[in-house]
């Protein structure tokens, strides 16, 4: 991921993440430096990881890391008003190890974040899906502000969307409980569980990753250009 975003010109850092026991991971961080108010931050958020060694994770979440990497290629050649932050972190499936770390080490950052999206377990579903609520490990809630304006890129693109609700809020955790504005996409329905040996890159639906794509870059176009 680190070599794919520096091939578009992003200032790109890989922060070591400590796991204990002698084990670690790494948050991988590509900048696009804003135009007009740099200080002020949108983060877009996959991560790395997969649950289990013999999993491929296509869906969840190289799709992701893919869709970054092409919004990544387009920003690089647009002026964005603010400071853009594609990350990939590390631990998402240890609890959102790399997440918590990064707003740990970044408060600053945290302070001066107006949004983070993160792109979780998509790229073979029919709908775009935010998710409005999940409950675990506790309750994070997307922002509404970030869902109107999902749903109103959706709209424009004439793009199908379902609001769903989740169990799992991935790495919005630490930012939700740091009180930034957050959202949490998917793809919906499954065709394939996450989780399963089966979510392989032949599973990929090319529709279902345009469309995420289309939406999120849509979605951050406005963000950049709304004052804080």
Known sequence: MATELEKYGLNVTKEKVDLGEGKYTYNVIGKIEGTTNPDRYIILASHIDSPYPTVVGATDDAAAMGIQVEIARILANTNTNKTILIIGFGGEELWFKGSEDFVKKHPEIIRNCDAMIDLNCVGAGEYVA?????????????????????????????????????????????????????????????????????????????????????????TILKLSNQEP
């Open 130 to 218: 935010p998710i409005s609520s999940t409950s675990l490990p506790e309750p994070v809630k997307a922002d509404p502000k970030l869902l109107k304006l999902i749903e109103e890129s959706a709209n424009e693109l004439k793009t199908p969307l379902m609001i769903e609700t989740e169990t799992y809020s991935s790495d919005t955790y630490h930012f939700y409980k740091n009180n930034v504005p957050v959202i949490l996409i998917e793809s919906r329905p499954f065709k394939v569980a996450p989780w399963s040996a089966e979510n392989t890159p032949d599973k990929l639906e090319y529709d279902d990753i345009h469309n995420i794509g289309q939406v999120v870059i849509m």
